[in-house]
């Protein structure tokens, strides 16, 4: 199998150390090619004093754009470890907040990053299961929109110019 038909890591899984590893290996070719760019166009330009703010700029914006994505790994895998420890949707225990949670998950815009959250620890579970009640709560309202939306579009459809 070649490196590019690596398959790629299904959503809500933890990664592999494999995975792990490529990321290493990005983050360090990124803080090396940083490092070679900044030095030749120091010394390309032959002026340091001009060019220093920019080299801090480059340098700081190539070594900190992949730390979120392997800071997301490593709480990805321990999230799991938290889950298994820390279930705030286990049916047996809480049976009317699993409802009201799987009635959360049934609308699709929600459901499309419910892995996602779920993958990256207990703080995040909590804080959608919580995002979840405040959305049941919200129900009567956004049912009370859409009749009005109804009533002004039939208000709308009467109005002769």
Known sequence: MSKRNIPINIQGQPPTQAELDRAKKR????????????ISVLISSGTIVYLVPTFYAFFVALIVAPI?????????????????????????KHPEECLEYSKFLSDPAVAAYHAQILAQGRGLVIM???????????APEREKQAQAKEVYAKICSNIVV
Do not use: H, N, T
Request: proline share 6%; with cysteine; aromatic share 10%.
């Open 27 to 38: 983050l360090l070719l990124r803080i090396v090619v940083a490092v070679i760019v900044c």
């Open 68 to 92: 979120p994505g392997i800071l997301s790994m490593k709480i990805a895998q321990r999230g799991y470890r938290y889950l298994g420890l820390f279930d705030p949707l286990d049916p047996e």
């Open 128 to 138: 959608e299961y919580r995002a979840a009640r405040a959305w049941i709560s919200a």
